[in-house]
């Protein structure tokens, strides 16, 4: 099956420490994605990749980091820095397609830091 | 029933009835639109697209309206059913950025 896997779905942290989400895609797509979704707000953009080993801050990077090494993968690193990481995350993609321009999800991971 | 605007309003209907699902965008520019569903806990899933240079769309049991005069996109499911229950956002895409609405929770009531 084809598909965006995120993992774990649910993530529990201690304030002050890193943590990393996993997003994997095998849709051979080239643009890769991360959003924060908060109760009662749309989906914000974080981080996004285009292509490997490449990528572009999005409207709320600060506090987040991206790696893009290989297509399938595009981890998102919640760092200390970010002051309000407990939220809904998700990764998507989207293939180059010139018919459309939909955007894949992943289902999601639930980070709670206390 | 109808719902209107980028917060989330709940939309409650009796299963059978017609859903009518409002979605104000924000930009004159924007020439593809997407409406996604999105159950608890879940990614989102894409229903239906539709291009700027379109005013109707139909999928299955699903018609998106597109009003540029207005910056107004709706969603229209027929014959609702329990498992419609879900928030449904908008989605605007305008040169190679795309903004999503908050979404609007619909609850069906059998």
């Known amino acids: 099956d084809g598909g965006i896997t995120q993992s774990p779905k649910y993530l529990f942290r201690k304030e002050g420490q890193n943590v990393t989400l996993s997003c994997e895609q095998n849709l051979n797509h080239d643009a890769m994605y991360w959003y924060r979704q908060d109760p009662g707000q749309g989906l914000r953009l974080i981080y996004y990749?285009?292509?490997?080993?490449?990528?572009q801050k999005g409207d709320i990077a600060e506090g987040y980091s991206v790696s893009r090494e290989k297509k399938e993968s595009f981890p998102l690193t919640v760092t200390s820095a970010q002051k309000n990481p407990t939220a809904f995350y998700l990764c998507?993609?989207?293939?180059?397609?010139?018919?459309?321009?939909?955007?894949?999800f992943g289902p999601g991971t639930r980070l709670t830091v206390t | 029933g109808e719902s209107v605007g980028l917060h989330l309003p709940t939309l409650s209907v009796q299963e059978g009835d017609n859903s009518i699902i409002n979605c104000a965008y924000s930009n004159s520019a924007s020439d593809y639109f997407i409406w996604y569903k999105q159950e608890s806990g879940k990614g989102p899933q894409f229903i239906i697209d539709?291009?700027?240079?379109?005013d109707k769309r139909q999928g299955q049991r699903v018609t998106v309206l597109l009003n540029k005069t207005v910056k107004h996109l709706s969603l229209q499911i027929a014959a609702t059913q329990p498992g419609d229950s879900a928030v449904y956002f908008c989605?605007?895409?305008?040169?190679?950025?795309?903004?999503f609405g908050a979404g609007t929770r619909l609850t069906v009531k059998p």
């Open positions: 998507a993609s989207r293939g180059a397609s010139g018919n459309s321009y939909e955007q894949y």
């Open positions: 989605a605007e895409y305008n040169n190679n950025d795309m903004r």
């Open positions: 539709i291009r700027s240079n379109m």
């Open positions: 990749s285009q292509i490997v080993n490449d990528f």
